[in-house]
């Protein structure tokens, strides 16, 4: 199974509030895009990479390609003003014949082996899609203007993490056949393949996937770097 990964750090990170987008703040010495491209271009799982970046970082980013060595990317092409039109042009870039493309955001920067292999696993077993998910441990409330509307069984909910693996047709045709419109929404790629009627199994995530948003997070993944 050949599998292609869309890394997207197009985002322009305005939680963080740093004087350049959030794939290029420092963690650890190098710009925050070098952990999970190092990562993906590392694990023997993935065959190439493209990586989605702010206009004017395409540059940047194919250095920073270089300095690490990193043979597996195949592009680095300018994302859009959504999450979603950053994953569509990243899709393009893919080679016709991928049998899999895994979408996974630079802010998550630490993407464990083990992950990859449970998705993988899934769309083994025949699911048009896979994704990490983690229990909610926090009792949930529906609130609105700030008074509780009713408290929420957790039992079913869980929350969600990329990468998110999917069988390339499958996911390639919920990108074509949704509305641009309609899916500018979205926060997490499985829900346009929901959209489209795909069955998506949720693996084991891991903590470690924590997405940077803000500072106090940058300091945290960078103790697990
Ligand atoms: N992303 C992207 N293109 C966009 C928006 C987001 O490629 N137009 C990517 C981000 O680079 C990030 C991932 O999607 O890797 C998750 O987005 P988020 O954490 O919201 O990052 P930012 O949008 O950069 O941060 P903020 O919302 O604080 O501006
Ligand atoms: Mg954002």
């Not at 870039?93 to 899999?100: G, I, K, P």
């Not at 920067?109 to 926090?138: C, H, M, S, T, Y």
């Amino acid at each position: 199974m050949s599998t292609w990964a869309v890394l997207v750090a197009a985002g322009r990170g305005e939680r963080l509030g740093e004087d350049r987008p959030k794939a290029f703040v420092r963690l650890g010495g190098l710009p925050l895009l070098a952990e999970p491209l190092r990562r993906l271009d590392e694990s023997d799982w993935i065959e190439s990479v493209v990586v989605v970046v702010p206009p004017e970082w395409e540059e940047p980013a194919i250095l920073l390609a270089e300095e690490l060595g990193a043979s597996k990317v195949s592009a680095c092409v300018t994302g859009g003003v959504s999450r979603t039109d950053s994953v569509r042009a990243g899709v393009a870039e893919v080679a016709d014949d991928a049998a899999v493309i895994l979408v996974h955001d630079a802010a998550r920067p630490i993407l464990p082996e083990a992950v990859l292999a449970r998705l993988l696993a899934a769309l083994g077993e025949g699911f048009d899609g896979a994704i990490p998910g983690l229990p909610i441990v926090d009792t949930v409330k529906r609130v609105r203007a700030g008074l509780v509307q009713e408290t929420v069984s957790r039992d079913e909910l869980m929350r969600v993490q990329t990468p998110q693996a999917f069988v390339a047709p499958v996911f390639r045709d919920a990108l074509t056949r949704l509305s641009v419109e309609s899916t500018q929404t979205a926060t997490d790629c499985a829900a346009l393949v929901e959209a489209a009627g795909g069955l998506i199994k949720v693996v084991e995530g891991d903590e470690r996937l924590l997405k940077v948003t803000t500072r106090a997070d940058l300091d945290r993944v960078a103790g697990w770097l």
